[in-house]
């Protein structure tokens, strides 16, 4: 079976045993739920909200989000952007990872010709030869400086920042417009005060950087922070002074992460992976039809196992190999052929490995959507 079939069971309950397993289903109400509180929020606040796509890669949720008012796109790669343009969106991207090489450089020159690419990078060397590759086609491209605020991924530490941009804003066939972070300590600090901390310092530290930008005479028209716990904290302890924009992505489907982080319930996870008991050899224990392959090894610090089962909370996935799960009960016995819905741990793998994505309302399939920017990783 593939995608083409999927038509057939449009229609049908996702507990309906015609419906073959494991599947993904999101349900479209709290979706659309999700969508709109983020986006109240950051128009509450006077701020752009850029989400990023790398969550669902799904052409038909980044339209929802941009017809909710989204100012911009945010993809990691260059294929993401392809992929979204090919359907015929128009938007502002931003490309949130560097990349190397002359042919990449000039696929983005392309593609900056039917959309703003505003791409980011955290060398000035790296700048100063896409900037080279630009000259030479007589074109410019657009860069933003990636800021280190404490995560320790990419980005040039805060304190350095601003020597970086200006050394940066002055090389020839790159225009620059602002800096941008990611401080995923939001989602690895063992307290909630901690956590809150550090989108707290996030804020801080980029409006500093931007601020000694503009002492030193040179424009710095974005600042744009990420995460979706660090958006929500932001947002609703108002903590936005100096920032222009936000790029959270998880928040159009939460998980068990974002559970466990304190900025969702369950009712607020859209997406969810349905599951078939395919074997029960010893008491206590059954196995699942989904594995690596579909709910993906992520394990989220804060929680046991490898996903939520709602519905059976003494049920926990304790382990998963490629194509099958080990789960564990403790009260009434599962049996072939049961079904588990569970809340993955980390939302944003699973609509890259997933053919089909379900969608519908009250349990039911009203569709299905194919991730064009699924696979694009370059």
Known sequence: MT?????????????????????????????????AHMQALAKTAGIGLRPHTKTHKIAAIAQMQLRAGAVGLTVAKLGEAQAFMETGIKASF??????????????????????????????????????????????????????DTDYKRFGVDWQEAAKVAERMARRTGVRFLGIRSHDGRTYRLPTLAERKQAAREEVERMADVADQI???????????IGST??????????????ITELRPGNYVFHDRMQISLGVARPDDCALRIVASIVSTPREGEALIDAGLKTLTGTQDRFSEGFGLVPHRPDV???KLW???G??????EPL???????????????????????????????EGFWVAEARGKVW
Request: hydrophobic share 45%; proline share 4%.
């Open 214 to 224: 503009r002492q030193k005479g040179i424009p710095c028209e974005l600042v744009s």
């Open 322 to 324: 490629e194509e099958c």
């Open 94 to 147: 931003m490309v949130a990872q560097p990349f190397v090489g002359t042919e990449k450089v000039r696929w983005a020159l392309r593609m900056a010709e039917e959309n703003e690419l505003l791409l980011c990078v955290d060398d000035e060397n790296l700048a100063a030869q896409m900037g080279e590759i630009a000259s030479c086609e007589g074109k410019t491209l657009d860069i933003l400086l990636i800021v």
């Open 326 to 331: 080990l789960v564990r009960y403790k009260e």
């Open 3 to 35: 995608w083409r079939d999927a038509e057939r069971w449009v229609g049908r309950r996702i507990d309906d045993d015609a419906v073959p397993t494991p599947f993904v289903f999101v349900d479209i109400a709290v979706l659309e739920r999700n969508i």
């Open 335 to 365: 049996r072939i052929g049961d079904r588990l819905v569970i809340i993955p741990n980390h939302a944003c793998e699973i609509t890259n490995l997933a053919e089909v994505v379900f969608y519908g309302t009250n349990d039911r399939i």
């Open 229 to 242: 716990p660090g958006a929500y904290w932001v947002l609703q302890n108002g903590w936005t002074e100096g």
């Open 316 to 318: 926990v996935v304790e």
